[in-house]
Nanobody, 125 residues
Framework: QVQLVESGGGSVQAGGSLRLSCAVSVYSYTPYCMGWFRQAPGKEREGVAL????????KYVDSVKGRFTISQDNASKTLYLQMNSLKPEDTAMYYC??????????????????WGQGTQVTVSS
């Protein structure tokens, strides 16, 4: 089993930065694929960034390329999302997700069996 706990959300002005953290507690297998998803009010949850397999590759949704960076620290078992040049449209609840299987580098929610509780990011103009 995998437990995920996000932190680091908050309120910032447009152009600002935040770093989200996700503490990963692993009791069985090491996640093969991890990612950040977000959900804005009234919208479906969308993928933001992936890191796989076990940290070798990364993938980003087009809207955050060049602004967001996903990384992981295996020693502390922490997943990060560094968010720079934030825009009001980045406002959402951000969720950390983990898959024990090959996610194929795709933002498919059903492929991720473990989710955190979410951390709110609010960007004001």
């Amino acid at each position: 089993q995998v437990q995920l706990v996000e932190s680091g959300g908050g309120s910032v002005q447009a152009g600002g930065s935040l770093r989200l953290s996700c503490a990963v507690s692993v009791y069985s297998y090491t996640p093969y694929c991890m990612g950040w998803f977000r959900q804005a009010p009234g919208k479906e949850r969308e993928g933001v960034a992936l890191i796989y397999p076990r940290g070798d590759s990364t993938k980003y949704v087009d809207s955050v390329k060049g602004r967001f960076t996903i990384s992981q620290d295996n020693a502390s078992k922490t997943l990060y999302l560094q968010m720079n040049s934030l825009k009001p449209e980045d406002t959402a609840m951000y969720y950390c997700a983990a898959s024990l299987w090959d996610c194929g580098g795709l933002f498919v929610r059903a492929a991720f069996g473990f989710w955190g509780q979410g951390t709110q990011v609010t960007v004001s103009s």
